[in-house]
């Protein structure tokens, strides 16, 4: 088992920025490549980053290239997503998640999920 809490979300001002955390417990953290997601009210969960266990690969959403950056600690098994230049748009529940697999923006994929932390850009 893995157990995932994030933590940073808030309220924001279009333009600005928030650093969301991800900390890992129970089994090697290292084993496992670390998603984050995204939920708007009344839309389905979609991917927004991945980084592979090495932290040596990262893919992002077209949505979010070029503003946002996934990066990893595995000394604090944590993993971030700095988000930077927020939109309205990018208001949403945000999940970190754990999947075994290598690479993969599926997220029946991933094995653990965490609760979830609310972003809110106002614009």
């Known amino acids: 088992q893995v157990q995932l809490v994030e933590s940073g979300g808030g309220l924001v001002q279009a333009g600005g920025s928030l650093r969301l955390s991800c900390a890992a417990s129970?089994?090697?953290?290292?084993?496992?490549?670390m998603g984050w997601f995204r939920q708007a009210p009344g839309k389905e969960r979609e991917f927004v980053a991945f980084?592979?266990?090495?932290?040596?690969?990262?893919v992002y959403a077209d949505s979010v290239k070029g503003r946002f950056t996934i990066s990893r600690d595995n000394a604090k098994n944590t993993v971030y997503l700095q988000m930077n230049s927020l939109k309205s748009e990018d208001t949403a529940v945000y999940y970190c998640?754990?999947?075994?697999?290598?690479?993969?923006?599926?997220?029946?994929?991933?094995?653990?999920w965490g609760q979830g932390t609310q972003v809110t850009v106002s614009s």
């Open positions: 998640a754990a999947t075994r697999y290598s690479s993969t923006r599926y997220p029946p994929d991933y094995d653990y």
């Open positions: 129970g089994r090697t953290f290292t084993s496992y490549t």
């Open positions: 980084i592979t266990w090495r932290g040596g690969s990262t």
